[in-house]
C-alpha cells in the first residue's frame, strides 16, 4: 500500500501546482503538457501496483500490456518500483516548479491585449501542400504496401520492421501533411479577427479541407500512424485558442475534436488490417518479407478498439524503463545522450556510424526480445546519463524551455511580421503538442522537438504567409 500512498501524496502536489500555474497564466497548454507528462509517467503505475497486488485481474478490465513482461522484464511492486515511482513524481514536480519560478520573472500576460497584426496565409497554398506530401509519402511506401498485401500483414508491420530506404522522408512529409492541415483548418475557423494567423473565410475552401481530412487522415490510419496526428491535433487545439482570445467557437472546436478522434480511436484496432486486394491488381513478384518477430493481431471488434483506446499500452511501455534500469544495476553512461544528440545533427551520409543513442543502450543492457519497438522514459534517460542529478536536470531544462516559449509568445504583438513572429506565435504551442513524444525519448528528442515540432510548423505557414501576403497588396 505504500506504492499508493507515494502515487495519492504525489499526484495532490502535483494537482496543486498544476492549479497554480493555472491561476497565474490562464493556459490550458500548461495543463494539457501536465496532463500528458503524468499520463505517459504515473497512470500507468497505478494500475501495475494493482495487478501485481492482485494477481493481474486487470485482464478482467482489459488491460493488455502483459506481453512486455515477456520481452522484457516483469514489474513487481516492490522497494525498486517505490523508488522508480518517487523519481518519476519528482521529475513532474520538478518541472511544474521551474515553470512557477520563472513564471515570477519577466513578461506575465502584461502583452496579451498588445494590438497585433496578424499575418496573412493562402489556404490554398496550405491545401496543395498537404495534399501534395500525402502522394509523395505514399509512392515512397508503395512497395511496403505492396508487401504487406503479399504476405497478409499490415502495412504497419512491414513498415516498422522492414522500412524502406525512403522511410524517414516518408514520416517527414506526413508530419509535413498533418500540421500543414490541421494550421490551416484551425486558421481558416479562427475567422477574420484572428489574432496572430488568418487566411480568407471562403467557404469555398472547407469543402477542400474537409476533402482533404479525408485523403491526409485515411493514409495515416491506413499506415497505422497516429503520433502525427496526436501532434497536429494538440499544436491545432492550443493554438485556436490562442488564435481567437476568447472568442472561442465551441461548435468548430468540437468538429475540430472530433475530426481528430477518430482516426485516433480506430487506429490500433485498425492495425491488423492487410490490404490482400491488392495482389489481384498489381504484381508482387520478388518482394519478400523477412520477419523478426511473431506480431499476433486479434479480429477488429468495436469493443476491442474502444479497450486499446481506453486503456492504450502508452500508459506502461515508456513506464517500465526506470524499473529495468533500478533493477538490472544499468551503470550510468555519463552524457552519452549530449554526445548522440550533437552527432544527429551531422548528415548521415557524412557520418554513417554515428554515436548510439541512450535508447539503444538501454534495449541492450535489459536484454530486451528483438524485434519490437520500445520507449524510454525522458526521465529515464536523464537518469541513465547523470543519475538523479540527471533527472533534476532533465526536469528544469524542459520547464524552462517550456515556459520561456510561453512568454515569448505573450510578446509577440512587439516583433515586425516575419519569421521570428511565427515561430513563437506556434511555438508555445508546438513545443507542448511535442511533449508525448519528448517524453518518450531520451534528450535526443530535443532535435526532432527542434525541427518537426517548432520548425516544421514555422517554415509551412512562413511559406503560405508570403504568397498571402503578395496576392494582399496586389488587391
Known amino acids: 500500500m505504500q506504492h499508493y500512498l507515494l502515487l495519492t501524496v504525489s499526484t495532490l502536489i502535483i494537482f496543486y501546482l498544476s492549479l497554480l500555474t493555472w491561476k497565474r497564466t490562464k493556459q490550458v497548454a500548461f495543463l494539457l503538457g501536465y496532463a500528458v507528462l503524468y499520463y505517459w509517467t504515473l497512470l500507468g503505475a497505478w494500475f501495475i501496483v494493482f495487478d501485481d497486488l492482485t494477481g ?49 520573472k519577466g513578461v ?21 501542400c498537404c495534399l501534395l506530401t500525402t502522394i509523395i509519402s505514399f509512392s515512397l511506401v508503395w512497395k511496403e504496401i505492396l508487401t504487406a498485401a503479399k504476405f497478409g500483414q499490415s502495412v504497419y508491420v512491414i513498415t516498422r520492421h522492414q522500412p524502406g530506404r525512403f522511410f524517414t522522408i516518408h514520416q517527414l512529409l506526413n508530419q509535413v501533411s498533418i500540421v500543414a492541415l490541421y494550421t490551416g483548418l484551425i486558421t481558416f475557423i479562427s475567422g477574420d479577427k484572428a489574432r496572430f494567423i488568418k487566411g480568407s473565410t471562403d467557404r469555398k475552401y472547407l469543402l477542400f479541407y474537409i476533402l482533404a ?59 491488423a488490417y492487410s490490404p490482400t486486394f491488392l495482389t489481384k491488381y498489381f504484381d508482387t513478384t520478388g518482394l519478400e518479407y523477412h520477419p523478426d518477430m511473431e506480431i499476433v493481431y486479434t479480429e477488429f471488434s468495436m469493443k476491442g478498439a474502444a479497450l486499446t483506446f481506453l486503456f492504450s499500452n502508452e500508459m506502461f511501455c515508456a513506464h517500465f524503463s526506470m524499473y529495468g534500469i ?4 544499468i551503470p550510468l553512461t555519463w552524457g ?23 535508447y539503444d543502450y538501454y534495449v541492450d543492457q535489459v536484454h530486451a526480445a528483438p524485434g519490437q519497438g520500445y520507449t524510454i ?45 511565427l515561430f513563437f506565435a506556434l511555438g508555445f504551442a508546438s513545443f507542448t503538442a511535442q511533449l508525448p513524444s519528448l517524453v518518450r525519448s531520451g534528450p535526443e528528442g530535443y532535435k526532432a522537438m527542434f525541427f518537426e515540432a517548432l520548425l516544421l510548423p514555422v517554415l509551412i505557414i512562413y511559406a503560405a504567409s508570403r504568397w498571402g501576403n503578395r496576392n494582399t497588396e496586389k488587391k
Open 56 to 104: 493481474q485481474k486487470g485482464k478482467e478490465i482489459g488491460l493488455h500490456y502483459y506481453h512486455f513482461f515477456d520481452r522484457l522484464f516483469p514489474v513487481h511492486a516492490d522497494n525498486i518500483y517505490l523508488v522508480a515511482i518517487a523519481l518519476y513524481s519528482g521529475f513532474i514536480i520538478l518541472v511544474q516548479l521551474t515553470v512557477l519560478f520563472f513564471l515570477k
Open 108 to 128: 506575465n500576460r502584461v502583452d496579451v491585449n498588445a494590438e497585433r497584426k496578424p499575418v496573412f496565409i493562402h489556404h490554398g497554398i496550405i491545401i496543395c
Open 213 to 271: 481530412v479525408i485523403l491526409v487522415e485515411g493514409f495515416l490510419l491506413f499506415l497505422g500512424n497516429k503520433r502525427e496526428i496526436l501532434f497536429g491535433g494538440i499544436m491545432g487545439i492550443l493554438f485556436y485558442i490562442a488564435n481567437v482570445d476568447h472568442r472561442i467557437n465551441y461548435k468548430a472546436l468540437a468538429l475540430f475534436l472530433v475530426i481528430l478522434m477518430i482516426p485516433l480511436f480506430f487506429n490500433d484496432g485498425l492495425r
Open 326 to 329: 533500478l533493477s538490472h544495476h
Open 336 to 358: 552519452t545522450s549530449l554526445v548522440s544528440l550533437g552527432a544527429s545533427f551531422a548528415p548521415h551520409a557524412l557520418w554513417p556510424n554515428r554515436p548510439a543513442t541512450v
Open 377 to 421: 522514459h525522458h526521465a529515464s534517460a536523464w537518469y541513465l546519463n547523470f543519475g538523479v542529478l540527471g533527472v533534476i536536470a532533465g526536469a528544469v531544462i524542459l520547464g524552462w524551455l517550456w515556459v520561456t516559449l510561453y512568454k515569448k509568445h505573450l510578446a509577440v504583438g512587439v516583433r515586425p511580421n516575419g519569421f521570428l513572429k
